[in-house]
């Protein structure tokens, strides 16, 4: 994956809008520019659609997954060709329905027969993970815990043992922070491949499973009405994410409430080593205008019965201003500097945009701010994980050329 020029004004608009103290900027405003820069992206390609990438954003995944969602449905002009093979395909004439900020719904017809279906999900599968020469980072809104509502992972009892299956509840807000005309949502599980089972082989040991709270304030089947909604999970065990999205059914409309919405299952290995850790990142909630709501991510963690005094050593989510990274992009060094001057800076990790560990940089002594060489590796995208004495972030680095 690799970035050109045209892209770099996105990522200062990915961390402008990660920055809270800039609250000027209202979220309506956030999506707005986010489909404007779509937008622009967009006439730099003539348009052309590459099946499984909703979104144009140069990979596929599921935020595309959400977009195709909104526009399940629709009908429109068919391509020249109708294929969901991954490769530039000569677009339709234009669909009447466009999501907010403009992208056409043409995009969402993957395979290009004029229909927004199920097939053209089938086809988001197919081409999962694919990537376009050039990658824009998707848009997320991460919130605050305490000042936003919480995607919660929560278990009644954190002590497990080898083999054991343990449910993971996934809610979302709460009594006093309520989600008003709920659409959809995507978001990251990221978890512990050295203790959880591998999930690849869906018909043997899938150690990571989902499904919907069923009645829930999002899913009540049984219910005369049309509230439901469904679920589609995309597991990669060799990089430890699991890509979620839950959204509305078609014509089920928006719901409103908070609280539990799916259940995870967990299946422990045979042999656990030390804790097993599971997160919620890279949160997209979205409203029934397709408008973005700032959620707030969080994290549980098991231990065995003889590890359990470890439970109380957790390592919090911290917020995104406690770590400032800059300057982003770079070509060279980068500095990593927490606002916190009582915090110190423990270990970073530097992951490529695949999610493999390139390398681990430990603080040699306490220090509340570090730098390291991003010139050192390829022009893209990277994650950083930066651990301090009092949690965790991650951030991404960008290296120009
Ligand atoms: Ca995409
Ligand atoms: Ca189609």
Partial sequence: MYLKHASYRTIFVSELQKNRSLKVWTIKTAATLAMGTLMFFTSLKAQQVWPGDVNNNGVVN????????????AQGPSRPVVS??????DPSEPWPETFPGGLNFAFADCDGNGNINSAD???????YWKSQDMVM????????????????????????????EEPVGLSLGDEQMQIDSFFGMAFTLKFDTLNIKPTTNMGGNAGVQLDLVNPSWIHDPAGMGTNR????????????????????????????GSGPVAEFTIVMEDIIVGLVDLETDSIHVVNNDFEGLYTA?????????????????????????????YPNPSNGWMTVE????????????????????????????????????????????????????????TKIAARMP
């Fill in 62 to 73: 599921n935020i595309d997954v959400l977009f195709w969602a909104y526009a399940e449905g």
């Fill in 84 to 89: 969901g093979d991954w490769a530039p395909q």
């Fill in 121 to 127: 999900l089938n086809i988001i599968k197919d081409n």
């Fill in 137 to 164: 980072l998707d848009e997320y809104f991460n919130g605050i815990v305490g000042q936003d509502p919480q995607l919660l992972l929560s278990t009644a009892d954190q002590i497990t043992e080898p083999g054991a």
């Fill in 229 to 256: 909604s469904e679920i589609f999970m995309e597991v990669r065990d060799d990089n430890a994410t699991a890509q979620v999205a839950i959204y509305r059914k078609q014509n089920a409309g928006a719901t409103s």
């Fill in 297 to 325: 991510p969080s994290k549980l963690r098991f231990a065995t019965a003889e590890d359990s005094l470890l439970l109380q050593d957790r390592a919090p989510l911290l917020d995104d201003k406690a770590v400032r990274l």
């Fill in 338 to 393: 927490l606002t916190d001057s009582n915090d110190e800076i423990q270990a970073i990790d530097l992951f490529n945009a695949q999610g493999a560990l390139l390398n681990r940089l430990k603080a040699p002594r306490p220090a509340s701010a570090a730098r390291f060489d991003l010139g050192r590796y390829p022009e893209g995208l990277y994650v950083l994980r930066i651990k301090t004495r009092k949690g965790m972030l």
